[in-house]
C-alpha cells in the first residue's frame, strides 16, 4: 500500500457514532475466542458511549479514524502514560476485510511520532495474552513484553495482558500516514 493511501483524521464528537459502530463491528471478531460475548459486550458498553469517549478525551486520550483507500478502516487511541517517559498505544482496531495490509503497522508508526513529539521515549500498550495476532503485529513494530497484568474491570470481568513496550529514537519518521 503506497503512502498516500493511509490517512488518519482526529475524532470529533460528532464522530463517536462511527467509533462505536466500528467497535460494534470488530471487537466480536477480534476477541470472540478471547472473552465471552458478555464481556464483549460489557466492554464495549463501558468504553464507547459518548460520555465516555468524552471524558476520554478530555483525560488527554485521542481517538482517530484510520482511513484507507476504501473509506474508514478502523480506528485507534493513544495519549500520554502516567509516567512522563511513556506514550501509550491505548488502541488500534482494524476492520477485518481491511487487515494484512499494513494499517495498523502505519498506525503505529503515526502514534510514535505523536510520542515523539511530545517528547516521551517510549511507547507502551497492554494487549490480551491470548490475542497473538496483535502480539506479533506489535513484535514486528518493534514492541517487547516487559510485563504481564491482570485488571478488575467490573461486572466480574477481568483482563489478562501482556505490557508491552517500544523505545522510540529522536526522530520523527517521515512515512507517517497523514493526521488531519
Known amino acids: 500500500m503506497s503512502p498516500a493511501a493511509v490517512r488518519v483524521s482526529t475524532v470529533a464528537p460528532p464522530d463517536f ?87 495498523g503497522r502505519r498506525y503505529i508508526e503515526h502514534v510514535a511520532n505523536a510520542a515523539r513529539r511530545h517528547g516521551r521515549s517510549r511507547l507502551v500498550l497492554t494487549v490480551n495474552k491470548k490475542n497473538d495476532r496483535a502480539r506479533a503485529l506489535y513484535e514486528r513494530s518493534g514492541f517487547e513484553v516487559s510485563d504481564s497484568a491482570s485488571f478488575d474491570i467490573g461486572n466480574g470481568f477481568v483482563m489478562d495482558d501482556y505490557v508491552m513496550v517500544k523505545a522510540l529514537t529522536d526522530a520523527v519518521v517521515a512515512s507517517s500516514p497523514n493526521a488531519s
Do not use: N
Open 17 to 103: 457514532f462511527q467509533v462505536a459502530e466500528l467497535a460494534q463491528r470488530i471487537w466480536p471478531v477480534c476477541f470472540g475466542s478471547m472473552i465471552t460475548p458478555e464481556q464483549c459486550e460489557y466492554m464495549l458498553a463501558q468504553r464507547y458511549t459518548p460520555s465516555a469517549m468524552a471524558e476520554a478525551i478530555r483525560a488527554g486520550m485521542t481517538y482517530e479514524l484510520i482511513h484507507s483507500r476504501d473509506g474508514i478502516a478502523g480506528f485507534g487511541a493513544h495519549g500520554p502514560a502516567a509516567s512522563p517517559t511513556d506514550w501509550k498505544l491505548w488502541q488500534v482496531y482494524v476492520l477485518p476485510d481491511q487487515q494484512g495490509q499494513g494499517l
